[in-house]
């Protein structure tokens, strides 16, 4: 399971990551929520994997840490928040911008509007 | 009641700050009142929580009363108490500022700033490394809402870049901070600096990487040469009194280092101690360099006074890298001034700009200035202090620096630093050269300025002579504080003596 767990957590940010390289904004929003699915895995299971066990100390053994549970949905609750803002900012770049570069123009005309 | 002073800083702001967003009815008038009111409370608990930290006693509040190292808690020392401080009394000339009009320009303007300050405080007063995280995401949020406060496409394309990369850095905070408690067992700072001594060998490498990548997402934080590219744009495109309250966020990551890098990879942790020093050391040091040749190249103002931020934090960090009692001592000294003096140069470039209308802060040939005597004036003390010219705060500050490198460090710090301050004293006196002497013939233009701006700006410009007039029980207090911060044990013995059992 661990290693499945590993797999899983590195594709996702590695992917993540790639978008959040991306030139345009959608893709990286994208990008950036896959990251932070990536995260909120990783930080589950930062208290070890443990299966069938309960969030409270139950006797020596068979127990699964429950700080990690509450931190990642304190992280989730947080990550959901800032995905919404970049996607509302990005929308907001678009029509501003009339474009959706990160930057805000496109290449060939970069010349042009540089400062 | 005293016992809950600690708490205050952040739970003031924020049911100021909930207030602020719900009421929708109250006027202008009331809205002004409540922000300004607010911050000037803050300012009275902070110098009561800085006159019961001087004494050197570390106190903390267990939220709930869940003791540590279990519960939440909020940590106050000298550091701490002095960074609240200072974050008050900028806040105090921004409010102030803002009450001219730049908060009737979009909405909710001082319910944001509320919140801001909330996670600023949290940020400096939290002991606990989750909580650290929580709170730079709260003043993060506030600061994406600010920093697009008025709208515009300047603000919009700063925004994303800065939204992005800071999102990005709270992804790896978390990693951090996971990886760091997936090796030690816990979250709360002293604890962690505990478990770090008896470490087990094979787990050195897994909190060596966690610690770096923490030394990362300060860096982005407090901009650091690689990490600082979002900085100038960002500062120079927010409205004058939220670029003004940035002028702490940077001391935020610079705070973080400081505080992380010295309570909890500190004497104690064996081999994993200081790990941050050289990576400090020669990153600040370049970004000292690379800061100076953008003020020479600014040509706004603004970005200029953008620029003169990423100085203070190359200076600053060279402090954190010498890594002496003095070095910090100094450092110390050196952040209460350039925050205050760099917050009051945006709200002054706002205020240069405003009067000259078209010309806007761009540094060429305009008008006359209506107010330009007065203004002039207010921008050559700014510039003296900035630039660190005697008799003004910015030169004990850099005195006091230079005379903590150790020999070994003098040949690389004295030449940069000395040179930064030359290079920001040509920049700023070809600005306001051009700026109030190069002018056209013709009639001064410009309305007269409103009251509130001068008093904001005026606020935080007099922090130089007065940090001047001060100096020796300022520098006696940050020698205190440093000395605090290099004795780590004494926090984890208050911290984690009355806990339930033994850690």
Redesign the interface.
């Known amino acids: 399971m661990e290693s499945l767990y590993a797999i899983t957590t590195g594709v996702l940010s590695a992917c993540?990551l790639y978008l959040?390289l991306r030139g345009r904004?959608f893709p990286?929003v994208v990008g950036?929520t896959l990251?932070?699915y990536?995260?909120n895995l990783?930080?589950f299971s930062?208290?070890?994997l443990t299966t069938h066990g309960a969030a409270i100390i139950d006797g020596p053994r068979d127990y699964a840490d429950p700080?990690?549970q509450a931190?990642v949905l304190?992280?989730i609750v947080?990550g959901f928040?800032?995905t919404a803002?970049?996607v509302i900012?990005?929308m907001?770049?678009r029509g501003?911008?009339g474009n959706d570069h990160?930057?805000?123009r496109k290449h060939e005309e970069g010349e042009e509007t540089r400062r | 009641m005293t016992q809950h002073l600690i708490i205050l800083p952040v739970v003031l702001p924020l049911l100021t700050g909930l207030l602020l967003l719900t009421s929708r009815v109250g006027g202008t008038r009331l809205k002004r009142l409540a922000g300004v009111g607010s911050t000037l409370a803050l300012v009275i608990v902070a110098a009561l929580l800085l006159a019961r930290a001087a004494g050197g006693e570390v106190a903390y509040y267990a939220l709930g009363d869940w003791q540590p190292p279990f519960g939440i808690v909020m940590v106050l020392d000298r550091l701490s108490a002095l960074l609240v401080l200072v974050t008050a009394v900028l806040a105090l000339g921004c409010v102030i500022f803002a009450c001219a009009g730049d908060d009737e320009k979009g909405s909710n303007f001082h319910g944001l700033f509320q919140l801001q300050l909330m996670g600023i405080n949290g940020a400096f007063l939290t002991g606990d490394l989750f909580n650290l995280f929580v709170f730079f995401e709260v003043l993060l949020l506030a600061s994406y809402a600010l920093l697009l406060h008025g709208g515009g496409k300047a603000r919009i394309q700063a925004a994303v870049h800065y939204v992005v990369l800071n999102l990005a850095g709270s992804a790896l905070f978390l990693i951090a901070v996971g990886t760091l408690y997936g090796a030690t067992g816990t979250l709360n700072m002293a604890d962690m600096a505990v478990r770090l001594a008896e470490l087990p060998e094979e787990r050195a490498g897994l909190v060596t990487a966690g610690a770096l990548m923490l030394l990362v997402v300060f860096g982005l934080k407090a901009a650091v040469l690689p990490l600082y590219f979002w900085l100038p744009r960002a500062y120079a495109a927010a409205p004058a009194p939220v670029a003004a309250l940035f002028a702490i966020m940077t001391k935020v990551g610079i705070y973080a280092i400081l505080r992380v890098y010295s309570l909890v990879f500190g004497e104690q942790a064996g081999p994993l101690a200081d790990l941050d020093q050289p990576w400090i050391w020669w990153l600040s040091l370049a970004t000292l360099a690379v800061a100076t040749l953008g003020v020479l190249a600014s040509r706004d103002l603004r970005l200029m006074v953008a620029y003169l931020v990423l100085v203070s934090v190359g200076t600053l960090l060279v402090g954190v890298g010498m890594g002496t009692v003095a070095a910090t001592s100094a450092l110390l000294y050196y952040l209460v001034h350039t925050t205050l003096v760099t917050g009051g140069l945006f709200l002054l470039a706002e205020m240069i700009g405003q009067q000259r209308g078209k010309a806007g802060t761009r540094i060429v040939k305009g008008k006359p200035l209506l107010q330009g005597g007065p203004l002039a004036l207010c921008f050559l003390g700014g510039a003296i202090a900035v630039a660190g010219l005697p008799p003004l705060s910015g030169a004990i500050g850099k005195a006091l620096l230079l005379d903590a490198a150790t020999p070994a460090q003098q040949p690389w710090l004295w030449p940069l630093l000395l040179a930064s301050g030359l290079g920001a004293m040509i920049a700023l006196s070809r600005a306001g050269s051009t700026l109030f002497w190069r002018s056209h013939a013709g009639e001064r233009v410009g309305e007269p300025l409103p009251r509130e701006q001068w008093a904001g700006t005026g606020l935080l410009l007099a922090a130089a002579p007065l940090l001047v007039a001060l100096a020796g029980p300022i520098s006696d207090y940050t020698r205190a504080a440093a000395e605090q911060l290099a004795e780590p044990d004494a926090i984890v013995r208050a911290l984690l003596s009355d806990a339930g059992e033994t850690p």
Request: hydrophobic residues 65%; charged residues 10%; aromatic residues 6%.
């Open positions: 993540g959040t904004t990286v950036l990251l932070s990536a995260v990783f930080l930062m208290g070890g700080l990690p931190l304190t992280a947080i928040a800032m803002f970049a900012l990005a907001r770049a501003d911008m990160v930057d805000g």
